[in-house]
């Protein structure tokens, strides 16, 4: 197979107006959520850890718009860009971010762990590598039932270094498995730069001793990488077997927001920003004559006011209430009727048993709710600095 | 019929009655399983639905996690449950989690079969006991089958049930018969404990091969001490049907625990907590514990005798709940 490296690319020409303006105001949206993303959390109104993908956005956008709308996509911890360019509700994803009852996963994952059947955004996973055996498991479904819908897994160039890697590649290979595997590359694992953490650092090559052949594209050129992405999934959707793609990339901030970003240099960073795929992308069209500049400039600021009212449905919608700490631990039915504890669920009622009968006060953890927040030790430090 | 046939024939029938039930696993097809499990089901149902798959339990595993979540209701069969630590990630941090971190919106209806069990001498990687590490799991269920038919019977439960079961079988009672009532419908619900033995003296609890070597003490104990023993086989540790333990234990007034697994954390500690905080003033005497011995499997053939429960120590247990009195 042809090796694609574009770093830069050449353009390729730009998709047809409406498009376009649709891919960059999809970019503009998550640079954005983004953006507030990380105000929020210095504020304290979204807890845990936040993985922001500013810098990512034409990998996301250029892929995703690749995808048919029953294909599947699949993600990582760092996921908010990808379930927003599949359609998701900003409202939704800012309220899962607040841990709020109208957030996508109502307010059960959190910025880790998003999720959205409804657009086939098939979850954001915690685990490094650990979506790639699902992603796999996702197409043998498809292939099994004879739907020609294709899966496309996106996960880190730190993830290629896990054993579902190569196990996932051997296995959707030897089972001609219609899914494409695209490593994010942006050139870090956490903190650890790619030459420090892989021995090939063309990740492209890390299927090939597993039969799975590898492409590239520039990850901070929305046409390349669609355009390579789209040449991806007709492989795998009308060929039937797995392809990887090396999406090329950066993170323009850290890891986490708990990132004091000593493994990198200023100069690094900015060496990348010339090429920040929202600008770039949002000059082409404005030279093309797609877009005059104060379309684009009203275009960031509906941008910037559609962030604006999500972060106000997230900030009214209701923390879950106590009654809902044991929902959806289990499908209930014939063999699991309560939701309490099932070790604890007997043919007679005795504690816990009949629960939704019960009042939130005899609940067992209702005290623990009363508000206030709980400390999280790694971010603290970063807490109000971004 | 034999426990392995019974095995065999509950995911014949369930593959028949579902066209998307279908079976992963390490040399389950062409060699017919490592325990003969799924022997002739290549031949009958096909590559596409018994599918040999490579030694990559984690990624296996994550794959009936994913096909499960659109639309399969895959069955995967890990060799030992030793080799199920490899896949651990898949089973705890996904499978169990998955349905819960987003919200409700998707079920994994996966069951994941393995064996556990010592005496083949097949020393620490291949012989340990750990129902007690899934137990301790939110999210799955567990099914720790002792008899041929309740083998049968909650295999068939497990597959039509929409949530994650871990379904540990033994290798010790692979080849042991029993009756299996012949009818497709056999299916035994979780959360409902058998009581092997009725008695009205002391409750003997037996998880898995231990519940025969429970029954086999209580005889031992009416025919040579003069004490009837309740023999109660779970048959499942998540849902657990505590009530039917607690029952016994109102009318018994003492308790064992019978488990091939380590001692600290296993079912045995779980089920003395549950019971002295739910009926502690029905206790007679302390509850005891027959576990395991706390070490790594030894292959030497009278060490592993001595690192897991036989029949002797349940008897001395049982006294032992006497002594005081």
Not at chain 1, 262 to 290: C, H, M, N, S
Not at chain 2, 69 to 97: C, K, W, Y
Not at chain 2, 236 to 254: F, H, W
């Amino acid at each position: 197979m042809a090796e694609r490296v574009a770093q830069p690319a050449e353009h390729a020409g730009l998709p047809e107006p409406g498009v376009a303006r649709e891919w960059l105001q999809a970019m503009m949206l998550i640079r954005r959520f983004e953006e507030r993303a990380g105000e929020m959390y210095a504020k304290a109104k979204v807890g845990g850890f936040l993985h922001l993908a500013i810098g990512e956005e034409a990998t996301i956008v250029g892929s995703t718009r690749a995808l048919r709308d029953q294909d599947y996509l699949i993600s990582t911890y760092r996921s908010h860009g990808h379930t927003l360019a599949r359609g998701s509700d900003p409202n939704r994803v800012m309220a899962e971010l607040f841990g709020r009852v109208d957030g996508l996963c109502r307010g059960r994952g959190g910025s880790m762990h998003m999720f959205d059947l409804e657009n086939r955004f098939m979850g954001g996973y915690g685990i490094v590598g650990g979506n790639l055996p699902l992603a796999a498991g996702f197409a043998l479904a498809s292939d099994y039932a004879g739907r020609d819908e294709v899966t496309l897994c996106q996960f880190g160039d730190g993830a290629s270094n896990q054993g579902t890697f190569g196990e996932t590649m051997n296995l959707a290979a030897l089972w001609k498995l219609p899914v494409v595997f695209m490593i994010t590359n942006n050139q870090f694992g956490m903190g650890t730069s790619l030459e420090r953490h892989s021995a090939i650092t063309d990740l492209l090559r890390k299927g090939e001793g597993f039969g799975v052949p590898g492409m590239r594209c520039d990850g901070m050129d929305a046409v390349d990488t669609y355009n390579v992405t789209t040449d991806a999934l007709r492989i795998a959707r009308e060929e039937r077997r797995p392809i990887l793609v090396e999406a090329v990339t950066y993170r323009f901030r850290g890891h986490s927001m708990a990132d004091p970003e000593e493994y990198r240099t200023k100069e690094q960073v900015d060496e990348w920003r010339k090429r920040d795929p929202l600008t770039v992308f949002g000059d082409q069209l404005v030279e093309a004559g797609i877009l005059g500049q104060d379309e684009r400039e009203a275009m960031d600021r509906e941008t910037i006011e559609r962030i604006d009212r999500a972060v106000a449905f997230a900030d009214a919608s209701p923390h879950p209430s106590p009654n809902d700490l044991y929902d959806d631990i289990y499908v209930l039915g014939d063999q699991v009727r309560g939701w309490y504890s099932v070790d604890e669920r007997t043919p007679t009622p005795h504690r816990g048993e009949d629960e939704t009968g019960m009042d939130r006060a005899d609940l067992p953890h209702a005290a623990e709710h009363g508000g206030g927040v709980t400390p999280k030790p790694a971010d603290d430090a970063q807490r109000g600095e971004d | 019929m034999r426990y392995r046939e019974a095995l065999n024939s509950a995911l014949r029938e369930e593959m028949e009655r579902d066209p998307n039930v279908m079976l992963m696993g390490e040399d389950i097809g062409v060699f017919n399983g490592a325990f003969k499990v799924t022997a002739g089901l290549l031949e009958d149902f096909g590559e596409k639905r018994v599918r040999d798959t490579p030694i990559s339990e984690n990624t296996i595993v994550g794959m009936g996690v994913g096909a499960a979540m659109t639309g399969l209701r895959p069955i995967v069969e890990l060799m030992t449950i030793n080799f199920s630590l490899l896949a651990m990630d898949q089973i705890v941090n996904h499978a169990a989690s998955i349905r819960y971190m987003f919200g409700g919106q998707v079920k994994v209806p996966l069951v994941v079969r393995m064996p556990q069990g010592a005496g083949h001498q097949l020393g620490p990687t291949h012989s340990h006991s750990w129902e007690a590490l899934y137990l301790h799991v939110p999210g799955l269920l567990v099914a720790v089958p002792t008899t041929a038919a309740d083998a049968k019977g909650l295999l068939k439960s497990a597959i039509r049930d929409d949530n994650p079961v871990v379904f540990i079988e033994h290798e010790y009672l692979y080849g042991q018969r029993g009756e299996v009532p012949d009818d497709e419908d056999h299916a035994v619900r979780f959360g409902v404990a058998a009581i092997r033995r009725e008695g009205s003296d002391v409750t003997i609890v037996g998880i898995s091969r231990m519940a025969l070597t429970a029954a086999r003490a209580a005889k031992t104990l009416s025919a040579e001490h003069g004490i009837e023993a309740e023999v109660i086989d779970p048959r499942t540790l998540r849902p657990l049907d505590l009530d039917t333990i607690l029952a016994s234990v109102r009318k018994t007034n003492r308790c064992v625990v019978v488990e091939e697994g380590w001692p600290h954390g296993g079912v045995g500690a779980n089920l003395a907590a549950l019971i002295q905080e739910q009926a502690f003033d029905d206790l007679d005497a302390p509850i005891q514990r027959v576990t395991g011995a706390d070490v790594p499997m030894p292959y030497s053939k009278p060490l592993e005798q001595i690192a897991f429960p036989h029949e002797p120590q349940v008897v001395d247990a049982v006294l032992a709940t006497f002594r005081d009195r």
